[in-house]
């Protein structure tokens, strides 16, 4: 180690450390040091941008429920030729 380099050691919980080393192994990081690593760099040299905020919107069980129940009405009625499908655009623009 160098005389300018200098741990960091960030408490985490056990999972969310698994969780980011299984996701940097995935992404072909050799361990989190080198994940996190890459990722201070690209955040300070401004290469990545990126907002704390959550804008994820979620379906609610009913919905979800019809959903699933639509899908599968859908692959019955296609397994029983009830459902159109068209070879090209014009196909599907003649039939509107």
Known sequence: MSNTTVKLQIPLDKSLRDAIDKHARQLGFSSVQDFT???YTTVI???LKFSLSNN???ISPVAEARYEKML????VDKKAGRVKTYTDIDDFLADL
């Open 37 to 39: 690593r890459v990722m």
């Open 45 to 47: 040299s401004d290469k």
């Open 56 to 58: 994820e919107e979620y």
């Open 72 to 75: 599968a009405e859908h692959v």
